[in-house]
Every structure is written in C-alpha cells, then in structure tokens.
C-alpha cells in the first residue's frame, strides 16, 4: 500500500506544517510499527521505537530535500536508523511475530484459520534464518511493500545489490519452506 499525500506535502512537511505532519504519521505508524516489529523488536520496544521515528522524522524534517513520492524512503529510513541506534550496543536480535493482515480474512474456519497460523510461523521462522540485510530487503519489500528504489534509499544500497539480496531470498526462502516440511 502506497501512501499518497497531496501535492505540496513535501514543502509543508519542511514548514512543519500540522497538516502535513499529522497525515504522514498517520499514513505511517502502523507501518513502521509493524517494520520494527518483523525487525525483531518487542512490542514495547517497536512502540517506543516507533514514538521516537517520529519524533526523529520531526526533528530533522528540515533536512530533508526530495519531493512528495520520497516521504516514505525517509520515514523507512529514519526508522533503520532508529532501530540501528537502539541496537548497536545488542547482538543479533531475536525473531518476532509478524502481523499478516494479507493472510487473514474475516470468514475463515477454525481449520483455515489454523492452517494460516501455522503457514504465518513457518514464513516467520524462515525469515528469521536469512541474514541480514537480506532479511531487511526481504521484510521491506513484501511486507511493508516498499518499492524496490524505497528499499535501495531506506537500506543505501544500489538497486543492482537490493534485486540481489531479493533474488537470494526467494531461492533460501524456497528451500528453507520446502525443508520445513509441506503445509497446504
């Protein structure tokens, strides 16, 4: 899902507009909680975690020089970099339970909805066995849906080595579900 922000969002956000602020939190807190969360952060933590990208994105609004369609490179990335600060005295974090609304529906079975839960935690565990930042590419493109380009900006990589890592992932991905033993 693509936040799209009226033209001239960009420029507002810079004037720290109230507007413009309050529509880009409130197209993204729940997506960058949930990032922080398949990051591996606890729920406490992605809250908190989360309050502070916010507080981050604010502070340094003024700094930020593109347009409309980079706001949420910036966002994302200004999240890394949160995360990254909060992190870089832990080692390795651990695996968290992902939210996976394009799994879920309203009228399933108790069978169904079963099934999804066990698919969800094999899908997890699988992601959580990638290395980084493979895993980072992998959660920013299918579960935050960002933009091959996004991720490039959010990660600060070449387009070339994100389509890498994405392309390793499937191939791991593959093999790692097909040696977690078949689910429906």
């Given at each position: 899902?693509?936040?799209s922000?009226?033209?001239?969002t960009?420029e507002?956000?810079r004037?720290?507009?109230?507007?413009a602020?309050e529509?880009v939190?409130?197209?993204?807190?729940a997506p960058?909680y949930?990032?922080?969360l398949?990051?591996?952060?606890?729920?406490?933590?992605?809250?908190?975690?989360t309050?502070?990208t916010?507080?981050?994105v604010?502070k340094?609004v003024?700094?930020f020089?593109?347009?409309?369609?980079q706001?949420?490179a910036?966002?994302?990335?200004?999240a890394?970099?949160?995360?990254?600060?909060?992190y870089?005295?832990?080692?390795?974090?651990?695996a968290?339970?992902v939210?996976?609304s394009?799994?879920?529906?309203?009228?399933?079975?108790?069978?169904?909805?079963?099934?999804?839960?066990?698919?969800?935690?094999?899908?997890?565990?699988?992601?959580?066995?990638?290395?980084?930042?493979?895993?980072?590419?992998?959660?920013l493109?299918?579960?935050?849906?960002?933009?091959?380009?996004?991720?490039a900006?959010?990660?600060?990589?070449?387009?070339?080595?994100?389509?890498?890592?994405?392309?390793r992932?499937?191939?791991?991905?593959?093999?790692?579900?097909a040696?977690?033993g078949p689910?429906?």
């Amino acid at each position: 899902m693509t936040a799209s922000f009226t033209p001239g969002t960009a420029e507002r956000l810079r004037r720290r507009d109230s507007q413009a602020i309050e529509s880009v939190v409130e197209a993204f807190l729940a997506p960058v909680y949930r990032y922080l969360l398949c990051r591996g952060c606890s729920q406490p933590e992605a809250e908190e975690l989360t309050a502070e990208t916010f507080f981050q994105v604010l502070k340094s609004v003024s700094r930020f020089r593109g347009g409309d369609g980079q706001i949420r490179a910036f966002v994302y990335a200004t999240a890394r970099h949160v995360r990254a600060g909060h992190y870089r005295a832990c080692s390795r974090t651990k695996a968290s339970d992902v939210t996976w609304s394009t799994l879920e529906s309203e009228q399933e079975s108790p069978q169904d909805s079963l099934l999804k839960e066990e698919q969800k935690l094999q899908i997890s565990c699988a992601i959580a066995k990638l290395e980084e930042p493979t895993r980072e590419v992998v959660i920013l493109r299918f579960i935050n849906e960002l933009s091959i380009k996004e991720i490039a900006v959010v990660c600060e990589m070449p387009i070339g080595t994100i389509k890498s890592h994405l392309h390793r992932a499937k191939i791991e991905l593959k093999q790692l579900l097909a040696d977690s033993g078949p689910t429906q």
